[in-house]
C-alpha cells in the first residue's frame, strides 16, 4: 500500500493573475453574448439594464460571503468544504455537504453544457449547422476540454491566462466598436410605463435578475482549488472582489454599446447579438471576426468550470463524504484525474439537451442548498471562530442579508416549474442521504 508521505500532492502555483483570470473566463464566456435578447425580452425594453444592476449588487453581497469563508476556510471544494466545517457541530454537519454535492451533479454539467451549446450556437454564425450537428459540436468541445485539462497544474496555468487575455480582447473590441457608434436615442428608448409597477414588472425584474445572476456565475470559481493557490486567504478574496467589480462594470458598459447601435425590438430577437452588432458597424468580416473572438471566450469559460468544478468531488471524496475513488490523484501530475474523467463524461452527456430552460433549472437548482446554505455558514463560522483577521466582510452582516433577499426573490419568481424543481431536488436529495448513511 503506498503511503501518505509518497501520495502526489497538489501544487500551489495560482497567484492573484491566475485566479482572477480563472473567475473572469468563468464569469464571462458565452453569457452575455446569449443572454442580452433574454433579458431584454425579460422585462420589454432596456429598463432591463436594472436587472444587470441588481444582479451585480447580489453578486457584490454573495461574494463577500464567499470571500469571508474563504479566508476562514482556505481549502479546495469551495462550498462543500465551508458547509463541512460551519454545520459539523449540528445535526446537518453531514447532511448538507451531501446535499452540496447532490446538487452539483445536476447543476454543475449543466453549467458547463450551458457554454458548450452557447459555443456551439455562435458557430452556426458563420458554419451553417443543423440542431443535430450543434449537439455534436457541443459534444466535441467537451472532449476538448477534457483533454487540455489532464495535465500538471502548472501548464493549466499558463493556459488560464492565455485564454483569458483572449477574453479581455473580445470584451475591449465590442464595448469599444460601440460607444464609437452609440446612439444614446435608441439606448434609452424605454417603452410607455416602463416602470410602472406590477405584477408583471415584479415578475419580469426576477427573470431578468436571474438571467443577469446566470451571467455573473463563477466570480468564486477559485474557492473551489484553494489547495493550488498560493497564499489562498488573502489571494481567494482579492480575486473574487476584483472579478465581480470589473466584469459587473464590463456587462453594464458592453450592454450599452450593444444596445445603442442595435435597436432592442431588434436585438430582443436575435440569436448571434455580438455577431450581428459588429456586422453593422464592419460588414460580414467584422461579424465573423468577433464570432471567432466568442468562441474563444466561451471556450475559456468552459475551461475555467471544468477545472474548478472537476476539484469539488475530489475533495469530498478526500473526506469521506463521496466515493472513495474520486479521491485519486495522479501519479505524475498531481491532479484529480478520476473525478476530471468523471465530470467531463457527464457534461458531455449533458451536451445532448437543449439550452431553453437550462439556465433556469441549474440557478433554482443551487439557491437552496448552495447559496443560501452558505449566508447561514458564514455566520456560524464568525460564532464560532471570530471575524478572520486576512478578510472581514464589511458592514457585516449587512451583504450577507442583502444576497439572502436577492436569492430568494429570484426563486419564487423564477416561475412555479422551476422553484418546485429546485424543492423536488432538495426533497430526493434528503432520501438519498438517508439511504446512502444507512448503507
Given at each position: 500500500m503506498t503511503s501518505a508521505s509518497t501520495q502526489p500532492a497538489l501544487h500551489r502555483t495560482f497567484g492573484l493573475l491566475q485566479a482572477t483570470a480563472m473567475n473572469m473566463s468563468n464569469m464571462v464566456g458565452v453569457g452575455p453574448f446569449i443572454t442580452i435578447p433574454l433579458i431584454l425580452a425579460a422585462m420589454g425594453g432596456p429598463q432591463a439594464m436594472l436587472g444587470w444592476i441588481l444582479g451585480a449588487l447580489i453578486a457584490l453581497c454573495d461574494g463577500m460571503v464567499w470571500a469571508e469563508l474563504a479566508a476562514a476556510i482556505p481549502s479546495s471544494g469551495g462550498t462543500f468544504e465551508y458547509l463541512k466545517v460551519a454545520f459539523a457541530r449540528t445535526r446537518l454537519g453531514r447532511l448538507l455537504p451531501f446535499l452540496f454535492i447532490w446538487q452539483f451533479i445536476f447543476s454543475g454539467p449543466l453549467e458547463i453544457a450551458s457554454g458548450n451549446i452557447g459555443l456551439?450556437?455562435?458557430l452556426a454564425y458563420f458554419i451553417p449547422?443543423?440542431?443535430?450537428?450543434m449537439k455534436w459540436v457541443a459534444v466535441g468541445v467537451g472532449l476538448l476540454t477534457v483533454l487540455l485539462l489532464y495535465r500538471k497544474i502548472s501548464s493549466v496555468g499558463k493556459l488560464m491566462v492565455a485564454l483569458w487575455v483572449g477574453m479581455i480582447a473580445t470584451i475591449l473590441v465590442v464595448m469599444i466598436s460601440g460607444f464609437l457608434r452609440f446612439d444614446s436615442?435608441?439606448?434609452f428608448s424605454f417603452p410607455p410605463h416602463a416602470f410602472d409597477f406590477s405584477r408583471g414588472f415584479v415578475l419580469g425584474l426576477g427573470s431578468a435578475m436571474l438571467i443577469a445572476m446566470y451571467d455573473y456565475l463563477g466570480y468564486y470559481?477559485?474557492?473551489?482549488?484553494?489547495?493550488?493557490?498560493?497564499?489562498?486567504?488573502r489571494t481567494v478574496p482579492r480575486s473574487i472582489l476584483i472579478s465581480v467589480i470589473v466584469v459587473a462594470a464590463i456587462y453594464l458598459t458592453m450592454n450599452l454599446s450593444i444596445i445603442g447601435v442595435v435597436p432592442w425590438k431588434e436585438a430582443m430577437r436575435s440569436q448571434f447579438i455580438a455577431s450581428e452588432f459588429m456586422?453593422?458597424?464592419y460588414g460580414r468580416a467584422g461579424g465573423v471576426l468577433v464570432t471567432v473572438m466568442i468562441v474563444w471566450?466561451?471556450?475559456?469559460?468552459?475551461?475555467?468550470?471544468?477545472?474548478a468544478y472537476s476539484r469539488i468531488p475530489f475533495a469530498a471524496a478526500r473526506d469521506g463524504f463521496f466515493f472513495s475513488i474520486f479521491a485519486r490523484l495522479h501519479p505524475k501530475g498531481g491532479f484529480p484525474h478520476v473525478s476530471l474523467l468523471a465530470l467531463g463524461a457527464v457534461v458531455i452527456g449533458a451536451g445532448f439537451f437543449s439550452l431553453d430552460a437550462v439556465i433556469k433549472a441549474l440557478i433554482t437548482t443551487r439557491i437552496l442548498i448552495q447559496f443560501i446554505a452558505q449566508i447561514v455558514a458564514v455566520h456560524l463560522v464568525r460564532k464560532e471562530r471570530g471575524a478572520v483577521t486576512t478578510f472581514r466582510m464589511a458592514f457585516y452582516p449587512l451583504p450577507s442579508a442583502v444576497a439572502l433577499l436577492g436569492w430568494v426573490y429570484i426563486f419564487f419568481t423564477s416561475g412555479a416549474p422551476y422553484f418546485l424543481g429546485g424543492l423536488l431536488t432538495l426533497v430526493v436529495g434528503v432520501i438519498a442521504y438517508f439511504i446512502w448513511s444507512r448503507s
Open positions: 456551439a450556437q455562435y449547422l443543423t440542431p443535430r450537428e436615442r435608441i439606448a470559481s477559485v474557492c473551489y482549488i484553494g489547495d493550488e493557490v498560493k497564499n489562498p486567504s456586422e453593422r458597424i471566450t466561451a471556450f475559456a469559460s468552459v475551461f475555467a468550470l471544468m477545472l
